[in-house]
C-alpha cells in the first residue's frame, strides 16, 4: 500500500470503530520506534480533520542506559521539529507507585500505564498507543499457547476507557513504509532483537513460519481476533444475563460464609442455576468472575467451572481473593485491593485455607494445591494408596483441634516442624538443611502452618502424630497437580 493508501486505512478504522469521536485532547504514546514514529505521522492529519490536539508522551524507563537516553532525545528532536508538545517521564517519579526499576517486561508495562494514567488525570481524553496487526497476532499466538478462552482470543481490543489502538488495522510492514514515505528515521530497541522474552521469540520464529506458509498470516490472524471480539461480546450479554438471573439477594437461610458475604457487598449465586447454563455461556460468566481480580488464564476458569460442578470447596485466585462453593451456592470472599503486583518474586502467597472447605490453591509455575477433607474407611484407603500419597493424608480431626484455618504459605522465621517418625520437634530452617533442601527452594516451598507450627511440608508431608488411624473417620488430604515435585520430594 501507499503512504495515501495506508492513511486511508487508518481514516476508515478509526471511524468504523469511533475512536476519534468527541475526542478533543489526545496524547500519543511515542518510544521512537518505527511503529509509534508512523503513529505520530498518521495522527497529525487524522487529529486536524477532526479538530483534536495532539500531545506526545514518552516514558524512558532507565533499564537500558545509554540507548535509553538516545531514544528519549530522538523524541524530543523529533517533537520539537513537528512543534509538537512532549511530555517525558522518567522511572524515579513513579516509583512509589510502580516500585524500584526491575528487568522484565511486567514492571515496564505497569510504568507506561501509570505515566499513562496521569496524563489522563490532568484531562487528557485518551492515550494512543502504537499496537499494530502485527502486535495483535503474536499476542493471539502467545495466549493461545499459554491457554485462552474466547475472551483471550480477542486479542488487543481497538479501544478501552481513556486508550485508542489506532494502528490495530495495519502491519509492522505498513508502519516502516510510513515513515520511509514521510522522511521520518526511527530507533530500534535492542532488547526487541533478543529472544528472551517469549514474545521476540514468537516474532522472530513463529510469526515468519506462518507468513512463509501465508503472506497474508499476519492480517488473518488480526482479523480472526476481530471475529471472535464480536463473539465474545455476544457471550458477554449471554453471562451477564445469567449471572444476574442466578443472583441471590435475600441473606436469609444462607450458610455463615456466603451471608457475610451479601452483607459485605460481594455477590452470591445459586448453582443451580450455573449449573444448567449453556457450557459455553458459563465459561465466558466465570471468565468475568476471574478478570476484575486477576489475568484470567484457563487454569482459574477450570478450577472455576469444576467447582461448579462439585459443590463444595474453594479456589484461591490472589492473597486475598476466593471463589467458596457450599449449599447450592457460590459466592467470593475478600477484596482486590492488595493484589500481588505482576512481576514480583514468584513465591507462594501467604493465604487461609478454611476447613473442612478446602480448596484448589494456584501456585506459581502453573502448579495447584488441593485440599480436601473427604470421609473414608482408612482399611480401605491403605489397600490402594501409594506410599508416596499416604504422608499426605492426615487425620481431620487431629488438625481441626490443633487449628480449624491453616495458612497456605512459605517459610517464617521461627517456624518449627517435627517430621514424621522423628518424635522431636525442629527449627523448619535447620530440617532444611539436614534434609537437604537445595538452598534456592527453601524459600518458596508450600508448606501449611498453624502459627509458627508447620503441619505440612510439600515432599515431606505431614508433621509426626498426624497420621490416620484405625479411628479416623475423615482425612486432610493434599495433592500437588503440575508441580515438580521431584524437585521437591526430601524424604
Not at 189 to 210: I, K, M, S, V
Not at 251 to 268: E, M, S
Request: proline letters at 5%.
Amino acid at each position: 500500500m501507499t503512504c495515501e493508501e495506508i492513511l486511508q486505512t487508518v481514516r476508515g478504522f478509526c471511524a468504523r470503530e469511533g475512536l476519534l469521536e468527541g475526542r478533543r485532547q489526545i496524547a500519543l504514546a511515542v518510544s521512537g520506534g518505527a511503529d509509534s514514529m508512523a503513529l505520530l505521522c498518521l495522527m497529525r492529519p487524522l487529529a486536524e480533520e477532526n479538530g483534536i490536539t495532539l500531545t506526545v508522551c514518552h516514558v524512558n524507563h532507565g533499564l537500558r542506559g545509554e540507548t535509553a537516553d538516545r531514544d528519549e532525545a530522538f523524541v524530543r528532536e523529533a517533537c520539537a521539529r513537528l512543534g509538537l508538545p512532549l511530555r517525558v517521564f522518567h522511572a524515579a517519579e513513579l516509583e512509589a507507585e510502580v516500585g524500584r526499576p526491575q528487568t522484565g517486561e511486567d514492571w515496564a508495562r505497569r510504568l507506561r500505564y501509570a505515566c499513562f494514567g496521569r496524563l489522563l488525570a490532568e484531562g487528557i481524553d485518551a492515550v494512543a498507543t502504537a499496537h499494530t496487526g502485527s502486535d495483535q497476532a503474536e499476542t493471539l499466538l502467545f495466549r493461545l499457547a499459554r491457554g485462552t478462552g474466547l475472551h483471550g482470543a480477542a486479542g488487543i481490543r481497538p479501544s478501552r476507557p481513556g486508550y485508542l489502538r489506532p494502528l490495530l488495522c495495519l502491519t509492522r510492514a505498513d508502519t516502516e513504509a510510513v515513515c520511509r514515505a514521510c522522511g521520518e528515521t526511527w530507533v530500534t530497541d535492542e532488547t526487541n532483537e533478543a529472544d528472551d522474552y517469549a514474545r521476540n521469540r514468537l516474532r522472530h520464529g513463529a510469526l515468519p513460519a506462518l507468513c512463509a506458509a501465508n503472506r497474508a498470516a499476519e492480517r488473518n490472524l488480526a482479523r480472526f481476533c476481530e471475529k471472535a471480539a464480536r463473539a465474545d461480546e455476544y457471550f458477554a450479554r449471554q453471562a451477564e444475563s445469567l449471572l444476574a438471573s442466578a443472583r441471590v439477594t435475600d441473606p436469609k437461610c444462607l450458610p455463615g460464609g456466603a451471608r457475610c458475604a451479601l452483607r459485605t457487598g460481594q455477590p452470591v449465586w445459586r448453582l443451580t442455576a450455573l449449573r444448567q447454563a449453556d457450557p459455553l455461556i458459563l465459561d465466558t460468566a466465570l471468565h468475568r468472575l476471574v478478570e476484575p481480580v486477576r489475568d484470567a488464564e484457563e487454569k482459574y476458569i477450570r478450577l472455576l467451572a469444576a467447582l461448579v460442578e462439585r459443590g463444595s470447596g474453594a479456589v484461591q485466585l490472589t492473597d486475598n481473593v476466593r471463589f467458596c462453593g457450599r449449599e447450592g451456592l457460590l459466592w467470593r470472599e475478600g477484596s482486590d485491593n492488595n493484589i500481588r503486583p505482576q512481576g514480583e518474586k514468584a513465591d507462594v502467597p501467604e493465604r487461609a485455607v478454611s476447613l473442612p472447605e478446602g480448596g484448589d490453591y494456584p501456585l506459581p509455575g502453573g502448579g495447584t494445591l488441593q485440599i480436601r477433607v473427604v470421609s473414608a474407611c482408612f482399611e480401605e484407603k491403605t489397600q490402594v494408596v501409594h506410599k508416596k500419597d499416604l504422608k499426605n493424608q492426615a487425620d481431620y480431626a487431629k488438625i481441626n483441634l490443633i487449628c480449624p484455618a491453616l495458612r497456605l504459605r512459605c517459610r517464617q522465621p521461627g517456624d518449627r516442624f517435627r517430621p514424621a517418625g522423628r518424635g522431636t520437634d525442629r527449627e523448619l530452617r535447620k530440617w532444611m538443611n539436614e534434609a537437604g533442601v537445595p538452598p534456592r527452594e527453601r524459600d518458596t516451598l508450600p508448606l501449611l502452618a498453624a502459627g509458627k507450627q508447620v503441619l505440612w511440608v510439600c515432599g515431606e508431608g505431614f508433621a509426626d502424630g498426624l497420621a490416620p488411624g484405625p479411628d479416623t473417620e475423615q482425612l486432610l488430604q493434599v495433592k500437588l497437580e503440575n508441580w515438580e515435585e521431584s524437585n521437591h520430594d526430601h524424604a
